[in-house]
């Protein structure tokens, strides 16, 4: 997948119907230096090819050429995209800056009342390992003690993040082989 990082174009992928949620200003700071803001339907291509990195090892194993690649790619975030809107109308998918206004990554939250619910956390792969996951992860876990929430995610048992969500205070409540809920209790 060398060439993911070359823009193409994308059929609509959902991007259209982002929440404007009155809590959310058009660009908020965050601890360590970040920003985010809503998804507009300009990020596309970032994001699309955000989500390709994190592929990028399985599909360098697959015997298909690039183009078969990308058709897998581009089908598979748009998938991704239409369930994530589709189970979570009033879920936050924000892009992540850096001070510069550069796109960095993505977060995407859901709040269910009692339970914000983390969907998905991407840092781009050159910039991981910095910090960036744990701003936003404490950024998340701020907002959800404010208001008096637990925090729950999904992550893969062997995702190296598993080791940062312990570090914040998540405990695994369920799970099987391969993925595991993790909750962590809001602090008051």
Known sequence: MESVGVARPLRASGLTAIPKLATVASRIA???????????????????DLYASTRAA??????????MK???VDH?????????????????FLVVEDADGTSIGRIYVSDLGDELRVLDVIVHERLRS??????????????????????SLHVERANPAFRLYERLGFEAVSGNDLHLRMERRPIS
Do not use: K
Request: avoid cysteine; hydrophobic fraction near 45%; charge should be negative.
């Open 130 to 151: 910095r910090g960036y996951g744990t701003a936003l992860m404490r950024w998340v876990l701020a907002r959800a003690d404010v208001a008096g929430q637990l925090v």
């Open 58 to 67: 399985e599909l360098a194993m697959l015997a298909w050429d690039n183009e």
């Open 30 to 48: 965050i601890d360590g230096g970040l920003f985010v803001r809503h998804a507009t339907p300009s990020d596309t291509l970032f994001l699309r």
């Open 76 to 92: 598979q975030f748009h998938a991704q995209d239409v369930d994530y809107r589709g189970r979570h109308p009033n879920g936050e």
């Open 70 to 72: 990308w058709r897998f």
